[in-house]
């Protein structure tokens, strides 16, 4: 069968060269951790995160993780564990995890491309758009939970608010 006009050749590229030339093209600040894994400083609205991308080559999938920049009380550490699992049902791609030994809270993904030789370009801009995206929707709920300003249950209700426009 020969290909119709509409099909277009799809480049496929090793997932951490694409994601450097994201992140190079966003002018963010990229360290090499190894053959297959990155650490990139992305600035938010909220506060910086730090994305990890790793390519698992056995696996053929890419894990993304964007630790979510926030200090609390330990004794925070349960209410914000609530909040997360909370959280998780709002989120689109991705779930929040919370290290109770570190304290630290991670956005988790992975794309799995088994088959696929390679990811494009465009895959990778989603990933990482919408993992920070997602970053910057729990973060208002996160940071008042981690002060004590707001319940874990009263936080992830607020979250759920849909609003339009900004003040």
């Given at each position: ?19 450097t030339?994201?992140v ?13 894994a ?69 956005l ?60």
């Amino acid at each position: 069968m020969a290909p119709s006009q509409n099909q277009h050749n799809i480049l496929l590229g090793n997932p951490i060269e694409l994601v450097t030339q994201f992140v190079t093209n966003q002018d963010w600040l990229l360290q090499r951790r190894a053959e297959n894994a990155v650490l990139v400083e992305v600035p938010g609205k909220w506060c910086d995160y730090q994305l990890a991308v790793t390519w698992r080559h056995n696996e053929e999938a890419m894990q993304v993780t964007c630790r979510i920049d926030i200090q609390c009380e330990e004794g925070r550490l349960g209410e914000i564990a609530l909040l997360a699992a909370l959280m998780n049902q709002q989120i689109f791609m991705g779930h929040l995890a919370l290290d109770i030994g570190t304290g630290e809270l991670e956005l988790r993904h992975t794309l799995p491309l088994r088959g696929a030789g390679g990811a494009t370009p465009e895959q990778i801009e989603d990933v990482v758009d919408i993992m920070l995206g997602e970053c910057e929707y729990c973060f208002p709920s996160i940071y008042q939970v981690a002060h004590n300003q707001l319940s874990a249950d009263d936080a992830a209700a607020a979250a759920s608010f849909m609003t339009e426009g900004e003040a």
